[in-house]
């Protein structure tokens, strides 16, 4: 069901409260790069950002996100996933903002990373079917802004 990423080049990234110490940022962290490293990537790079709350728009801050499109660029990186569950929109825009630098770039929530472990680890059929249910629900919404694709298509009599 999904194209798996093993040995991809993974960048963490995530926003998080303004008292929270680097130890607290660090776990969060090292429970995500356990999750990549369980579906057989590996993390390059990270970027964290403390704030009061995240970005309506990108998740990230403006400055944010110039920095994890240079350590993209810097690090080569195929996919980032965020750790939190982002807003169709909000994964909309970091893709574009992202295949500035690298056409092919992935950007995934928290969700989709454990959707694609479970997929990968699934044996029965049902269970496989289960997995489809629930990935096609997450996905969804991430459909937001796909209309620009089909825009041109419109027909009349």
């Known amino acids: 069901m999904f194209k798996h990423y093993q040995s991809r080049r993974f960048m963490l990234a995530g926003v998080f409260p303004k008292h929270f110490s680097n130890n607290n940022i660090l776990s969060e962290f090292e429970e995500l790069n356990s999750l990549v490293e369980t579906y057989g990537g590996k993390v390059h790079s990270i970027v964290s950002q403390k704030a009061f709350k ?40 970091l893709e574009k903002i992202f295949r500035q630098v690298n056409p092919d770039i992935q950007v995934w ?32 919404p991430r459909l937001y802004g796909m209309g620009y694709i089909l825009s041109d298509q419109g027909g009349g009599i």
């Open 54 to 93: 995240p970005s309506f728009t990108s998740y990230l801050g403006k400055g944010k996100t110039e920095q994890a499109k240079e350590k993209i660029t810097a690090d080569k990186i195929d996919i980032v996933i965020f750790n939190d569950h982002l807003k169709p929109d909000q994964l909309f825009f």
């Open 109 to 140: 929530d928290k969700t989709f990373l454990i959707l694609h472990i479970f997929d990968l680890h699934a044996t029965s059929g049902e269970a496989k079917l289960q997995i489809k249910i629930a990935s096609l629900k997450h996905m969804g």
